[in-house]
């Protein structure tokens, strides 16, 4: 079944947030392969983390990725107006399917 | 530069089948293993399915509810991925995207919108 997440988070522009996104020890838990995906209105899913703390190239270093047990975390600092998005996580499953979260919106204020 | 390119999309009576197809070009398209997602209208990305390259030998994965269902598959001489879809309800009405990972990177198109309605 899809990962949680929280429904929305928000924050101010300069401030840190962050957004969880909890499995069990079958998937988030069991392999280091959680991807964060940014989405804003109307556009295609963009990768921000893969592997847990591993950002693509092109990707800032204000988006960063931690995993503590069955939970994957995602932390956005120094937010900024253009990170206002949908954000997903994504983690691999022992039948080698992936799972989705249920998408946290970020509002910075 | 990667580029994908979803087709195939369309209205489509419950029950009925539909076979959507993903163009890719910039990469080596034989060497990469190829995805479904999708994503209903104001509502969130949903995985659908996988198909490995040829040294995978073509390994398949799918979501559990779609397995049965769905199908995934490749033609690497034609440079295509390809979800055969059947027995659709209204429940599949969504924006199907194909993906592909290179280099550390997962690349998207712009997706394909299926509806299902009669």
């Known amino acids: 079944s899809a990962l949680t997440q929280p429904a929305s988070v928000s924050g101010t522009p300069g401030q840190s947030i962050t957004v969880s996104c909890t499995g069990t020890?079958?998937?988030?838990?069991?392999?280091?392969?959680v991807s964060w995906y940014q989405q804003h209105p109307g556009k295609a899913p963009k990768l921000i983390i893969y592997d847990v703390t591993n950002r693509p190239s092109g990707i800032s270093n204000r988006f960063s990725g931690s995993k503590s047990g069955n939970t994957a975390s995602l932390t956005i600092s120094g937010l900024q107006a253009e990170d206002e998005a949908d954000y997903y996580c994504?983690?691999?499953?022992?039948?080698?399917?992936?799972?989705f979260g249920g998408g946290t919106k970020l509002t910075v204020l | 530069e990667v580029h994908l390119v979803e087709s195939g999309g369309g209205l489509v009576q419950p029950g009925g089948s539909l076979k959507l197809s993903c163009a890719a070009s910039g990469f080596t398209f034989s060497g990469s293993g190829m995805f479904w997602v999708r994503q209903a209208s104001g509502k969130g990305l949903e995985w659908i399915a996988r198909?490995?390259?040829?040294?995978?030998?073509?390994?398949?994965a799918y979501a559990a509810s779609m397995e049965g269902r769905f199908g995934i598959s490749r033609d690497d001489s034609k440079n295509r991925a390809y979800l055969q879809m059947n027995s659709l309800k209204s429940e599949d009405t969504a924006v199907y995207y194909c993906?592909?990972?290179?280099?550390?990177?997962?690349?998207w198109g712009q997706g394909t919108l299926v509806t299902v309605s009669s």
């Open positions: 020890s079958s998937d988030v838990g069991g392999y280091n392969s």
């Open positions: 994504n983690s691999y499953t022992p039948t080698s399917a992936r799972v």
């Open positions: 198909i490995g390259s040829k040294v995978d030998n073509y390994a398949t």
């Open positions: 993906t592909t990972w290179i280099q550390s990177n997962e690349y």
